[in-house]
């Protein structure tokens, strides 16, 4: 092994390490929507079915683990996402939706938090959703990734 071989391979190694830290989940684009849940959560995994279920109330726990699901702010990009790519609706549609239940059956809309990431990292039996580009894995787990 050369001089200085050892080295320059270690500082690449560590870098690496780095680069994936700070990036949390590098797989993928920037505005991928990841759904979250606090790390010490017993949920490691959960379907786009359960989601939707999830975020329109019509389910509250995941495999036996009740949960408590957070919005982003309905004005927010990423709540616009997250609705379209989840639901295939609009924001406009979703509070319609919501509109109706309140009248129906008296439900109200999920909690709203503007940081979803904190929200998720100060409950632990919380679900929620951010960008892959905000995402860092010391404050959260990923469960789910929509593209």
């Known amino acids: ?17 780095i680069s994936t830290v700070s990036s949390g989940n590098t797989s993928g684009q920037p505005d991928d929507i ?13 379907d786009i079915t359960d989601v939707r279920r999830l975020f329109l109330k019509q389910k509250s726990s995941v495999k036996g683990v009740s949960v408590v699901v957070i919005n982003a702010p309905e004005s927010s990009q990423l709540r616009a996402k997250f609705v379209q790519k989840v639901f295939d609706r609009t924001v406009k549609d979703e509070n319609a939706y919501w509109e109706a239940q309140k009248i129906k059956i008296g439900l109200r809309k999920p909690f709203e938090l503007s940081n979803t990431i904190r929200a998720v990292f100060s409950k632990k039996d919380s679900v929620s959703y951010c ?14 990734t929509i593209q």
């Open 1 to 17: 092994m050369k001089s200085g071989a050892f080295p320059t391979a270690f500082v690449v190694a560590v870098m690496l390490i």
């Open 34 to 46: 990841l759904v979250i849940v606090n790390k010490s959560s017993a949920i490691t995994s959960i």
């Open 131 to 144: 960008f892959r580009r905000d995402f860092n894995p010391l404050s959260a787990r990923v469960v789910l």
